[in-house]
T-cell receptor, first 115, second 114 residues
Framework: AQKVTQAQTEISVVEKEDVTLDCVYE???????LFWYKQPPSGELVFLIR??????QNEISGRYSWNFQKSTSSFNFTITASQVVDSAVYFCALIRTSGTYKYIFGTGTRLKVLA | DSGVTQTPKHLITATGQRVTLRCSPRSGDLSVYWYQQSLDQGLQFLIQ???????AKGNILERFSAQQFPDLHSELNLSSLELGDSALYFC?????????????FGPGTRLTVT
């Protein structure tokens, strides 16, 4: 069975601190995709990244970085020097494309960045 | 502005009714995805269309149906509405393969069933 766990329900940090949001997934498939999305207080959804299971390279985009480790089935997201505008709910998702299509979201982590 | 439009923004209707939600993807995007976000179920993927054809199906109820038209806009039809269908419905579009991995989300339609 496929599952995505975001164990951190809510995290509070002070501005300029670094913060890592954890995402642990379960799948027996060798081919899958992992996503991160952001949902700010205004409510819209924002795509952040898609990673396929064959690409374990870490990625950095500005203050955002992602650490994909198949050995531990984790796809963690780090925000460096957090800002108040980073306050949002962040969702991790797993998509299984082989066999029966499955698209599974984690329950989200609410990040509060305090000024 | 993502370039994806959704109408209406808000919809209030009664149980047993039928509604249609509309989504227009970004220019050039061929894929449209529909998602539901509710307090009970969280975020769920409903269905994906690619260039008019159903590509993938998620947790879409039999009372719900969708289609993508030749001009690539998509409609999500919800019928025999129940209180539990109250949710935020998002659509997203994405570029054709090889032109990027991003998804672009519309602002959502908030459906309230009373």
């Amino acid at each position: 069975a496929q599952k995505v766990t975001q164990a951190q329900t809510e995290i509070s940090v002070v501005e300029k601190e670094d913060v890592t949001l954890d995402c642990v997934y379960e799948t027996r498939d060798t081919t899958y995709y992992l996503f991160w999305y952001k949902q700010p207080p205004s409510g819209e959804l924002v795509f952040l990244i898609r990673r396929n299971s064959f690409d374990e390279q870490n990625e950095i985009s500005g203050r955002y970085s992602w650490n994909f480790q198949k050995s531990t089935s984790s796809f963690n997201f780090t925000i460096t020097a957090s800002q108040v505008v980073d306050s949002a709910v962040y969702f991790c998702a797993l998509i299984r494309t082989s066999g029966t299509y499955k698209y599974i979201f984690g329950t989200g982590t609410r990040l509060k960045v305090l000024a | 502005d993502s370039g994806v439009t959704q109408t209406p923004k808000h919809l209030i209707t009664a149980t047993g009714q039928r509604v249609t939600l509309r989504c227009s993807p970004r220019s050039g995007d061929l894929s449209v995805y529909w998602y539901q976000q509710s307090l009970d179920q969280g975020l769920q993927f409903l269905i994906q269309y690619y260039n008019g054809e159903e590509r993938a199906k998620g947790n879409i109820l039999e009372r719900f149906s969708a289609q993508q038209f030749p001009d690539l806009h998509s409609e999500l039809n919800l019928s025999s509405l129940e209180l539990g269908d109250s949710a935020l419905y998002f659509c997203a579009s994405s570029p054709p393969p090889g032109q990027g991995n991003e998804q672009y989300f519309g602002p959502g339609t908030r459906l309230t069933v009373t």
